[in-house]
């Protein structure tokens, strides 16, 4: 099995940003495996995709649900990239399909008419 094997079999990953400083930040996300990619979807909004913007160059590590890494953990770099509307639908559909709670998520926002953060599709290539 392949280190890039290992990270995506594993449920979570902490993906690592880089601010302009230099100083990383990690921060846990579901993902899914797609096409020898990682699809990654986040608020448009937040700070990895603004910091994405500055600097493509990420790091992909298994983690926990609430992101502690072990200290074993393989990581692995690679090129993040953001996705257009089409891109970000595909990388939604693909991560209901993996996780049910992603499912229920958007189930509930309908059934209470929620107002959703804007979303965008991240793509790691190593």
Not at 26 to 36: A, F, M, Q
Not at 52 to 67: A, D, K, L
Request: hydrophobic share 40%; charged share 20%; glycine share 8%.
């Amino acid at each position: 099995m392949t280190l890039a094997d290992e990270i995506v079999q594993s449920r979570h990953v902490s993906l690592t940003t880089y601010r302009k400083t230099g100083a990383p930040v990690r921060t846990p996300v579901w993902h899914v495996p797609h096409e020898g990619e990682l699809w990654i979807v986040t608020e448009a909004g937040s700070g990895k995709v603004k910091r994405i913007r500055n600097n493509p160059q990420v790091s992909v590590t298994p983690c926990s649900v609430r992101g502690t890494v072990a200290p074993d953990a393989p990581s692995v770099t690679g090129t993040a990239r953001l996705l257009d509307d089409d891109g970000t639908a595909t990388a939604r559909e693909l991560l209901a399909r993996r996780y049910v709670m992603s499912r229920v998520g958007n189930w509930f926002a309908r059934l209470l008419r929620l107002r959703r953060p804007p979303m965008i599709g991240v793509v790691v290539s190593f």
